[in-house]
């Protein structure tokens, strides 16, 4: 009996990158739009109730949008990048870059750059991680120990952002020449947020202007 051979190609898991600060940050202005709005909606006279449902149709999917729904979701054959207003779902062979700036953002083979919302990047965790660096690269001296030995921890070592565009920037090396990670950029306009915003924003100008 013969025994299966193994695959020549690494499995990979599928990875997914949130804001955990914007998750928790939007769940409590929805709460807070909520709870004004409602008591608005049942507490308010003349057109304040109709004025009031208006706003949250318009606010309640922007802070959805911008807080909740953002996220990265990284196979081994693409990339889908879920952003406030767009998705976008780009194959790994059609992925040039990622990289962090000023912010996280993935770039393809015809230079467009897509911005990753759920990798926000945090100048101040950033300097830290520099300084953890900088201090590992004095004791490594002082000790007759390479500088790059892992004296540390080494989430400590790299900006969470850093380290998460790093993950993404060999998932994208390593599918770019797989088969199944061939393939066009792809994006979808999010119109379940933006359809709804629209209409919340129309209403309330129009009640504002009849009075």
Same mark, same amino acid.
């Given at each position: 009996?013969?025994?299966?051979?193994?695959?020549?190609?690494?499995?990979? %898991?599928?990875?997914?990158?949130?804001?955990? /600060? +914007?998750?928790?940050?939007?769940?409590?202005?929805?709460?807070?739009?909520?709870?004004?709005?409602?008591d608005a909606v049942f507490q308010g006279h003349g057109n304040a109730p109709w004025l009031a449902l208006a706003m949250?149709? !318009?606010? *309640?999917?922007?802070?959805?949008?911008?807080?909740?729904?953002?996220?990265?979701?990284?196979?081994?054959?693409?990339?889908?990048?879920?952003?406030?207003?767009?998705?976008?779902?780009?194959?790994?062979? !059609? *992925?040039?870059?990622?990289? %962090?700036?000023?912010?996280?953002?993935?770039?393809?083979?015809?230079?467009? $750059?897509?911005?990753?919302? %759920?990798?926000? *990047?945090?100048? =101040?965790?950033? $300097?830290? %991680?520099?300084?953890?660096? /900088?201090?590992?690269?004095? *004791? +490594?001296? =002082?000790? +007759?120990?390479?500088?790059?030995?892992?004296?540390?921890?080494? $989430?400590?070592?790299?900006?969470?952002?850093?380290?998460?565009?790093?993950?993404?920037?060999?998932l994208a090396e390593q599918g770019a020449t797989r088969e199944s990670a061939q393939g066009a950029v792809s994006i =979808?306009?999010?119109?379940?947020?933006?359809?709804?915003?629209?209409?919340? /924003?129309?209403?309330?100008?129009?009640?504002?202007?009849?009075?």
């Amino acid at each position: 009996m013969t025994s299966p051979t193994p695959s020549a190609e690494p499995a990979y %898991a599928d990875r997914t990158y949130r804001s955990s /600060a +914007g998750i928790a940050g939007g769940a409590l202005l929805l709460a807070l739009t909520l709870w004004l709005g409602i008591d608005a909606v049942f507490q308010g006279h003349g057109n304040a109730p109709w004025l009031a449902l208006a706003m949250l149709l !318009c606010v *309640v999917p922007l802070i959805v949008a911008f807080s909740l729904r953002p996220a990265v979701f990284a196979s081994a054959d693409r990339l889908l990048v879920r952003n406030p207003f767009r998705t976008i779902t780009l194959p790994w062979a !059609c *992925v040039a870059d990622v990289r %962090a700036g000023y912010s996280s953002e993935a770039i393809d083979r015809s230079n467009h $750059k897509y911005q990753l919302w %759920a990798i926000p *990047v945090s100048l =101040r965790r950033r $300097k830290r %991680a520099a300084r953890v660096q /900088a201090r590992d690269a004095a *004791v +490594g001296g =002082r000790s +007759g120990l390479s500088v790059t030995a892992d004296v540390t921890d080494d $989430k400590a070592r790299i900006a969470p952002a850093d380290q998460s565009v790093r993950d993404l920037r060999d998932l994208a090396e390593q599918g770019a020449t797989r088969e199944s990670a061939q393939g066009a950029v792809s994006i =979808r306009w999010a119109y379940e947020v933006i359809a709804p915003a629209l209409v919340g /924003a129309l209403l309330f100008f129009v009640l504002l202007a009849i009075g």
